[in-house]
């Protein structure tokens, strides 16, 4: 049976948003877990412990927004390498699997305006100070969750067609 990916993506951003508002999470676990209960990810409820150190962009420090770094760990888990040590060279990483990567966080940039969360946090005057003023991390968050079903939806092979978004390649010669 082939799943309802537009009914999965309205509960996935519904829960992360009401995860993070009424479930204690923070933004990386109330992604995962929306993933996971909206039934676009199959894995245990425990799982959401693996995105818990991502919160505050790993442990309050800002660095990746925790509610992208969900995304990227949802879709990894359904499309990412099972056997790594198994790939020829890092040209067939880059050539089968980056893509679909590249893309989610280059729509996730587009929609938050950063893939870092102290800049995502730090665009209102308050920044975060408590749990009433961050109404940018709700968002993002429901937008992430959004954005991760998105990519779970498309295929191996579809991803492997997409285009480097090369305003979000930091890298020095990675396209070499």
């Given at each position: 049976?082939?799943?309802?990916?537009?009914?999965?993506?309205?509960?996935?951003?519904?829960?992360?948003?009401?995860?993070?508002?009424?479930?204690?999470?923070?933004?990386?676990?109330?992604?995962?877990?929306?993933?996971?209960?909206?039934?676009?990810?199959?894995?245990?409820?425990?799982?959401?412990?693996?995105?818990?150190?991502?919160?505050?962009?790993?442990?309050?420090?800002?660095?990746?927004?925790?509610?992208?770094?969900?995304?990227?760990?949802?879709?990894?888990m359904v499309h990412g390498r099972v056997d790594p040590p198994s790939a020829v060279d890092r040209m067939e990483l880059k050539g089968k699997f980056y893509q679909r990567?590249?893309?989610?966080?280059?729509?996730?940039?587009?929609?938050a305006g950063s893939g870092l969360c102290r800049e995502i946090v730090n665009a209102f005057p308050d920044g975060y100070v408590d749990e009433h003023t961050r109404p940018?991390?709700?968002?993002?968050?429901?937008?992430?969750?959004?954005?991760?079903?998105?990519?779970?939806?498309?295929?191996?092979?579809?991803?492997?067609?997409?285009?480097?978004?090369?305003?979000?390649?930091?890298?020095?010669?990675?396209?070499?």
């Amino acid at each position: 049976m082939e799943k309802d990916w537009d009914a999965i993506r309205e509960l996935a951003v519904e829960y992360a948003v009401d995860n993070m508002t009424n479930r204690k999470m923070n933004c990386s676990e109330s992604v995962f877990e929306a993933l996971i209960r909206s039934g676009a990810v199959d894995a245990p409820l425990s799982a959401v412990a693996l995105a818990t150190g991502f919160g505050g962009g790993g442990g309050g420090v800002g660095f990746t927004c925790g509610a992208l770094a969900s995304a990227i760990l949802a879709n990894s888990m359904v499309h990412g390498r099972v056997d790594p040590p198994s790939a020829v060279d890092r040209m067939e990483l880059k050539g089968k699997f980056y893509q679909r990567y590249n893309n989610l966080v280059s729509e996730f940039v587009k929609i938050a305006g950063s893939g870092l969360c102290r800049e995502i946090v730090n665009a209102f005057p308050d920044g975060y100070v408590d749990e009433h003023t961050r109404p940018n991390c709700l968002r993002i968050a429901g937008e992430a969750a959004g954005i991760a079903v998105d990519f779970l939806r498309i295929s191996p092979d579809d991803a492997a067609m997409l285009s480097y978004d090369e305003a979000v390649v930091g890298i020095n010669n990675w396209f070499n």
